[in-house]
T-cell receptor, first 112, second 117 residues
Framework: QKEVEQDPGPLSVPEGAIVSLNCTYS??????FMWYRQYSRKGPELLMY????GNKEDGRFTAQVDKSSKYISLFIRDSQPSDSATYLC????????????FGPGTRLSVLP | DTAVSQTPKYLVTQMGNDKSIKCEQN?????MYWYKQDSKKFLKIMFS???????INETVPNRFSPKSPDKAHLNLHINSLELGDSAVYFC????????????????FGPGTRLLVL
């Protein structure tokens, strides 16, 4: 089993739809959970982060973490064509040593 | 002003050649990274330097050698390029190291698209 799994998509939705992006992971040591957005031919940029379980909201974006299920989600409300990008989950935590990993990303297209 | 810059943006070269990619950050960060993103968009860390000291070295062929002349620069030299090295290479920086498992916002450069023929 890969350390972090994410549906690669592509996911196509109409403008205004609610989008749900998800990651599952296997390492129970992860404590910090991040979502990065990557536009085509650009580097990733941090969108949101959460610590441990719970929800965090920022404008149209809500990040949700369920550590018991090892499952994290990013919800986008009222999606816009400008949200079209690849969304990568990332997580870190645990003991000394390499403990930061990106998911493979989900490509999202919001159609006008 | 570009926070993290990389040169060149595109690099097309023949198998067996040696090439370098340069990275500079003007954010005053202590830590810099190199990532490889393959054709399936999987982003994998290769190296990390904190204050010019190598702190993360993933299972990367020793044909890849990072060099950090100062904490604002982290260059990547690749010897004897192979077809499988074709990918997008991203440089990133953060204030402190991610090695401790904490939360550190990483700022990424625009990427260098390497194609080995």
């Amino acid at each position: 089993q890969k350390e972090v799994e994410q549906d690669p998509g592509p996911l196509s939705v109409p403008e205004g739809a609610i989008v749900s992006l998800n990651c599952t992971y296997s390492n129970s040591a992860f404590q910090y959970f991040m979502w990065y957005r990557q536009y085509s031919r650009k580097g990733p940029e941090l969108l949101m982060y959460t610590y441990s379980s719970g929800n965090k909201e920022d404008g149209r974006f809500t990040a949700q973490v369920d550590k018991s299920s090892k499952y994290i989600s990013l919800f986008i409300r009222d999606s816009q064509p400008s949200d079209s990008a690849t969304y990568l989950c990332a997580m870190s935590g645990g003991n000394y040593g390499q403990n930061f990993v990106f998911g493979p990303g989900t490509r999202l297209s919001v159609l006008p | 002003d570009t926070a993290v810059s990389q040169t060149p943006k595109y690099l097309v070269t023949q198998m067996g050649n040696d090439k370098s990619i340069k990275c500079e950050q003007n954010l005053g960060h202590d830590t810099m990274y190199w990532y490889k993103q393959d054709s399936k968009k999987f982003l994998k860390i290769m190296f990390s330097y904190n204050n010019k000291e190598l702190i993360i070295n993933e299972t990367v062929p020793n044909r890849f050698s990072p060099k950090s002349p100062d904490k604002a620069h982290l260059n990547l030299h690749i010897n004897s390029l192979e077809l499988g090295d074709s990918a997008v290479y991203f440089c990133a920086s953060s204030q402190d190291s991610i090695r401790g498992g904490g939360l550190e916002t990483q700022y990424f450069g625009p990427g260098t698209r390497l194609l080995v023929l």
